[in-house]
T-cell receptor, first 110, second 114 residues
Framework: DAKTTQPTSMDCAEGRAANLPCNHS???????VYWYRQIHSQGPQYIIHGLKNNETNEMASLIITEDRKSSTLILPHATLRDTAVYYCIATDRYGNKLVFGAGTILRVKS | NAGVTQTPKFQVLKTGQSMTLQCAQDMNHEYMSWYRQDPGMGLRLIHYSVGAGITDQGEVPNGYNVSRSTTEDFPLRLLSAAPSQTSVYFCASSSSGGSSYEQYFGPGTRLTVT
């Protein structure tokens, strides 16, 4: 699986969009980008995944660059409950054997 | 649906003791896995199973055994606990088919080995 690089931490004001970047310059053509988050030592929670097209669901949007070397997770209106560690993972289509890095600590502040 | 359940929530063991961490899911998922998370670190894959009767090793399998006799259950056995196995253990499951590849994680078991 390709290695991903994320900033250690980010702050975001409540109600504003949170944009979390991820670099995956060595991603292969059949690897997907998955995002999970972990709130206060709970089990990780799936957010979204994509291959090359932008994706949106009820939680977030995923923007993948055309060359697929980087992506951005967007939480459109961050709330205090979105404070968590966010993990960007490049893996196969089925997303089963996940390799977690250190992730990005997102702090949403009022 | 209860989702993925794990027992116990907390456990303290002495070095050399053995125990089994339980994991069960009621979503009829084929794929199940175990991860450990050390303080300040991401999760690491210990063992996984693609269906009943089939298991395989992940990134950090040493010191752990698994078996998968039913679709619902995937227990993790510590044969002889060591302080290095102090960690939080998460079980996860997912469906191998369909269009959704979301993994569902349990609440975790916090294990301390003294």
């Amino acid at each position: 699986d390709a290695k991903t690089t994320q900033p250690t931490s980010m702050d975001c004001a409540e109600g504003r969009a949170a944009n979390l970047p991820c670099n995956h310059s060595t991603i292969s053509g059949n690897e997907y980008v998955y995002w999970y988050r972990q709130i206060h030592s709970q089990g990780p929670q799936y957010i979204i995944h994509g291959l090359k097209n932008n994706e949106t669901n009820e939680m977030a949007s995923l923007i993948i660059t055309e060359d697929r070397k980087s992506s951005t997770l967007i939480l459109p209106h961050a709330t205090l409950r979105d404070t968590a560690v966010y993990y960007c993972i490049a893996t196969d289509r089925y997303g089963n054997k996940l390799v977690f890095g250190a992730g990005t600590i997102l702090r949403v502040k009022s | 649906n209860a989702g993925v359940t794990q027992t116990p929530k907390f456990q303290v063991l002495k070095t050399g003791q053995s125990m089994t961490l339980q994991c069960a899911q009621d979503m009829n998922h084929e794929y199940m896995s175990w991860y450990r998370q050390d303080p300040g670190m991401g999760l690491r894959l210990i063992h996984y199973s693609v269906g009943a009767g089939i298991t395989d090793q992940g990134e950090v399998p040493n010191g752990y055994n698994v078996s998968r006799s039913t679709t619902e259950d995937f227990p993790l056995r510590l044969l002889s606990a060591a302080p290095s196995q102090t960690s939080v253990y998460f079980c996860a499951s997912s469906s191998s088919g369909g269009s959704s590849y979301e993994q569902y994680f349990g609440p975790g078991t916090r294990l301390t080995v003294t």
